[in-house]
């Protein structure tokens, strides 16, 4: 707990009272009497795109209209001394609201699980305690819809510090992130990885999604691979998803498919995610788009020099000087 802002027990269930109501009012999900309830998860990496491709793509589509998501910013207006903190700053605010927020969203997904609401969870990576959660769901019936993201660690690094550059100066909640602590979620990752596939196997109807998000797609995150749960312990690959054929990279030469059978049975996701994270940006288009890619957003920068760390021109300065030489 933060020792600037202490909040107790009371304030988390007074918190919880206030989000209760609205929301949790949704319908959820009965098949012949039965409750049979659902959970949407976007996971990759800080700097992968995951809000993103949940709220301009996923949510968009409608189907997720009576899933309850278990983490939203304004959730941190909630914390006692949430005022109090408001004049040191949006980077200020965010650090000394985590503990509060992690203790809140702890609540809602209890609660939403043990009443089988359809949930929305994302997840960076960054806590080895998501790998014990796909089990836990699965068991309570869960059906799971995991969107993996795989994207380049330095190229999401640049898009940590690029949103943070822009989030600053729209006075929008936000944290920078160092590229050690997304290597270190790789640390991480291949047990929450395997754990969301996993969970994939064990309810039909089940599917998994992995994304390739970068500079050879354009920043979009683009469907690679698409397999699906015909019945409990396979994974069957898909020839599309939703009917849009996969992107096919020159760069690197991975057949992205995701099986599970009696005869493989064993996760395959993390191998194909890790590959695109630690590939090197080594072509010359490549270079030469980090590089304008870190001038723009060291630019912006510039105009907000007093409410930015010297971490993030420093990491910024780095880059361009990395991907600027031949």
Known sequence: MSSLYPFTDTDLHLAFRKVVDTLFDKKRDYVDGVLKPKMLIIAGAQGSGKTYLLEKTLLKSGRYDNYVRLYETHFRELHPHYRA?????????????????????????????????????????????????????????????????????????????????????????ERVVSLTQIEEAQINGRSIIDAFENACIEVPGSEIVIYRRGLETEKNSLPVCHSTCPEKGLLVPQQTYQGRAFFRGADLKINFKVQRSPQADFPCSYIQYAQVVHAGLLGSEHRRAMAELNCKTLGQAQRLMSQLPVDVYRELCLYVLKYAQR
């Not at 000394?96 to 992690?102: D, K, L, S, Y």
């Not at 799971?144 to 600053?168: G, M, P, Y």
Request: charged share 20%; hydrophobic share 40%; net charge negative.
């Open 85 to 173: 903190m408001e004049d040191k700053g949006v980077l200020h605010v965010y650090e000394h609201t985590e503990p509060f927020i992690w203790r809140l969203g702890a609540m809602i997904c209890s609660y939403a699980m043990e009443n089988k609401y359809n949930i929305i969870m994302e997840t960076a990576l960054d806590s080895p305690h998501f790998a014990d959660f796909p089990l836990d769901a699965a068991q309570k019936g869960y059906q799971s819809e995991v969107h993996l993201i795989a994207c380049q660690k330095e190229f999401s690094h640049w898009s940590t510090l690029d949103r943070v550059v822009n989030s600053v100066g729209n006075h929008e909640l």
